[in-house]
């Protein structure tokens, strides 16, 4: 079994080939590695071997762990699980980029309140449905105009791109092919909103040659996951 280290150089390995392939630099890509279900220890272990992002799915896992980790305090969170309104707030917290905004109401929750007007500012992706299933997280893409308008009209939010994850069942770079269209969709109403949060362990080569800004990969640096807790 190959150790923590030697995952993690074969994947850093790996993303500089396809940046290459693609004609694109490595360092227009951010690597974010999933620790969810993992201790704040191996997260621990990352940070020594020069990770400075990481992601969560789940508000209560990821709470804890950087609370355990605050003293890591150049560590980037990003939260790219589906999100309840209700755990808006608190998820703003310790996260500095949330890549799951699916809907109006999400949007809502995240927004500066006035009665903080000198609260910080979130960093959001506006996360596509590429799937049938509504019950998926993620906007349908022809929703994408309607609710980048209104995440673009909110206080404190910062509309950073476009966020998907490959159907299963659909060849991952047509899958791609569709975020980056979406992508260009959103350009046109927000010409800074130019990142593309796309790729995992099994697709990240697809998602950089379709212009994939923001790598999400667990397994494929962390090993297997635990059971979730
Ligand atoms: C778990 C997860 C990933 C990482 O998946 P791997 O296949 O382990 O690389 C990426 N994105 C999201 C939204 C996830 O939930």
């Known amino acids: 079994m190959p150790d923590l280290a030697e995952r993690l150089a074969a994947v850093r390995a790996d993303i500089v080939d396809a940046a290459r392939a693609a004609g694109r630099s490595e360092d227009e890509l951010t690597t ?5 279900f993992h201790p704040a220890e191996l997260v621990r272990e990352l940070h020594a071997l020069g ?4 992601g969560e799915n789940r508000h209560q896992e990821a709470a804890a762990k950087a609370s355990d980790l605050a003293d890591l ?3 980037t969170w990003h939260f790219i699980g ?6 808006a707030r608190q998820v703003r917290r310790y996260s500095h980029i949330v890549h799951s905004v699916d809907r109006p109401a999400l949007v809502d929750a ?6 903080d007007p000198d609260g910080e500012t979130v960093d959001v992706f506006l996360q596509l449905n590429l799937t049938d299933d509504p019950g998926r997280g993620g906007v349908a893409p022809a929703g994408l105009e309607a609710l980048a308008e209104h995440a673009l009209a909110a206080p404190g939010i910062r509309v950073r791109g476009v966020m998907a994850v490959a159907p299963l069942g659909e060849e991952p770079r047509a899958a791609f092919a569709r975020v980056r269209q979406a992508s260009d969709r959103l350009r046109s109403l927000a010409p800074d909103a130019t990142a593309i949060s796309a790729g995992m362990s099994g697709d990240f080569r697809e998602a950089i ?3 994939a800004t923001h790598l999400r990969i667990g397994t494929a640096i962390t090993g297997s996951r ?4």
Not at 110 to 115: G, K
Request: aromatic share 0%.
């Open 226 to 229: 635990p059971a979730p807790r």
């Open 73 to 75: 305090d150049d560590l």
């Open 110 to 115: 995240l927004a500066r309140r006035e009665s």
């Open 51 to 54: 990770v400075r992002d990481v």
């Open 82 to 87: 589906q999100l309840q309104s209700n755990k």
């Open 32 to 36: 974010i590695v999933v620790t969810k």
């Open 209 to 211: 040659l379709e212009g």
